[in-house]
């Protein structure tokens, strides 16, 4: 397994421990998930905000950005859609 797609898992498991679970909420004020289907949610954000922190490490480290790039999608394999892992770039 991927060294950033194991610390962003890593990092969303430990990130929930600590983290109280809320409700969401439709602008009626309806819940629109279970309490497991938000639970979800915010280990797939924890994971994928872990996989951009590791780019961003990665790219300030001075490495390639096609090298960053690359660890980035082995890290969000899964996890958001598209080449750049829910994050659209202006460049």
């Not at 797609?5 to 819940?31: E, Y």
């Not at 994928?48 to 990665?58: E, G």
Request: proline share 1%; net charge positive.
């Amino acid at each position: 397994m991927n060294v950033l797609r194991t610390a962003a898992l890593l990092f969303a498991a430990l990130s929930l421990s600590v983290l109280p679970v809320a409700q969401a909420h439709d602008h009626d004020g309806k819940d629109k998930h279970t309490a497991k289907e938000l639970k979800v949610d915010i280990e797939r954000h924890q994971a994928m905000a872990a996989a951009h922190q590791a780019a961003a490490q990665c790219l300030a480290s001075g490495k390639a950005h096609a090298v960053c790039q690359k660890e980035l999608l082995q890290a969000c394999k899964g996890l958001a859609i598209g080449k750049y892992c829910g994050m659209r770039h202006a460049h």
